[in-house]
């Protein structure tokens, strides 16, 4: 059984910072790209961050230079490091690695950025 647990978000002042964990099991996570997504109440789910199974990386453009994607295959745990938060950064955070053709998606974690 495939699960997918996040964590690591919650309420934070403009210009601080979060790091998001997603821990994986039930899939082979070296053999998964993965992807962090995020949605924003009244939008559509806006691709955030990639790393691919070799490590590279890529980032959209509103958070490259503030956000790091990473993994550790040796704790099934995929990170998204976010600095220098916006207001506009808040959204609901998904994980969602993928292995082949099948894509798996976590059940959110909310980012909430507010004085």
């Known amino acids: 059984q495939v699960q997918l647990v996040e964590s690591g978000g919650g309420l934070v002042q403009p210009g601080g910072s979060l790091r998001l964990s997603c821990a994986v099991s039930?899939?082979?996570?070296?053999?998964?790209?993965v992807r962090w997504y995020r949605q924003a109440p009244g939008s559509q789910r806006e691709l955030v961050a990639t790393?691919?199974?070799?490590?590279?990386?890529d980032y959209a453009a509103s958070v490259k230079g503030r956000f790091t994607i990473s993994r550790d295959n040796t704790k099934n745990t995929a990170y998204l490091q976010m600095k220098v938060l916006k207001p506009e950064d808040t959204a609901v955070y998904y994980c969602?690695?993928?292995?082949?053709?099948?894509?798996?998606w976590g059940q959110g974690t909310q980012v909430t950025v507010a004085s």
């Open positions: 969602s690695p993928r292995q082949v053709t099948n894509t798996y």
């Open positions: 039930g899939i082979a996570f070296s053999a998964c790209v």
């Open positions: 790393i691919t199974i070799g490590g590279s990386t």
